[in-house]
């Protein structure tokens, strides 16, 4: 079993930047595809980056540009940059990771997942 542990979120606002870090331990985190999604009160859980296991990004359409997801193998750690926030960026962010994954932009494509952290943007 993978166990993951968010953390890095807070209140900010419009513009400002927040780093969001998502802990693992477990397998080796080093074969993990990690991703991190979101969810807004009454709303989809929706895709916003991923990294491969060999350090390949994907991000979300709405994301390019103000995001960046790194990891950090030696530390078991994926991060996620998020610069120019919008309060439409307001939502609980989650973190996800399995071995192998065909579509990482697909939530149900991931066997585990983090507690979330919530990510606030004042206008």
């Known amino acids: 079993q993978v166990q993951l542990v968010e953390s890095g979120g807070g209140l900010v606002q419009a513009g400002g930047s927040l780093r969001l870090s998502c802990a693992a331990s477990?397998?080796?985190?080093?074969?993990?595809?990690m991703g991190w999604f979101r969810q807004a009160p009454g709303k989809e859980r929706e895709f916003v980056s991923a990294?491969?296991?060999?350090?390949?990004?994907s991000y979300a359409d709405s994301t390019k540009g103000r995001f960046t997801i790194s990891r950090d193998n030696a530390k078991n750690t994926v991060y996620l940059q998020m610069n120019g926030l919008k309060p439409e960026d307001t939502a609980v962010y989650y973190c996800?990771?399995?071995?192998?994954?065909?579509?990482?932009?697909?939530?149900?494509?991931?066997?585990?997942w983090g507690q979330g952290t919530q990510v606030t943007v004042s206008s």
């Open positions: 996800a990771a399995d071995r192998r994954i065909i579509r990482p932009t697909n939530p149900d494509a991931y066997d585990y």
């Open positions: 477990g397998r080796t985190f080093s074969g993990f595809v």
């Open positions: 990294i491969s296991s060999s350090g390949g990004t």
